[in-house]
């Protein structure tokens, strides 16, 4: 087992608290707003951002452990950070096909 010193630990520990909170926050709004186009808005943004926190403590522990390269988590950002949006995108975009479906009835 390493040391890893104070400062860096207190950074890890306030990065992995802020992405719980982002993450949390960000979950609720699927019981806070009442429509579908604020739901997916909250849990997108705050998701992401969480994750975001989550990796960068991660990122931030292998290099103070020297155990591996954080390849890994870049390549998570970056594929949460494409696919997020994309799937956030089209999902709204067929709740309004299917709203323009349903008013033109």
């Known amino acids: 087992m390493t040391n890893i010193p ?3 630990s207190l950074i890890i520990a306030t990065l992995l608290v802020l992405g719980g909170i982002v993450t949390l926050i960000g979950s609720l709004g699927l019981l806070r707003f009442n429509d ?5 808005h909250a849990t ?7 994750a975001l926190f989550i990796l960068a403590a991660s990122m ?3 290099w103070h452990i020297n155990d ?12 949460l950070f494409i696919t997020s949006p994309v799937s956030a995108m089209l999902l709204m975009r067929s709740y309004t096909l299917r709203q323009e479906r349903m008013e033109s009835n």
């Not at 579908?36 to 997916?40: D, L």
């Not at 997108?44 to 969480?50: A, H, I, P, Q």
Request: net charge positive; glycine share 10%.
């Open 68 to 79: 591996r390269v954080f390849l890994h988590e870049v390549i998570i950002v970056l594929f």
């Open 60 to 62: 931030m522990m292998s």
């Open 44 to 50: 997108t943004l705050g998701n992401t951002l969480g």
């Open 6 to 8: 104070f400062i860096p």
């Open 36 to 40: 579908f186009t604020g739901r997916i």
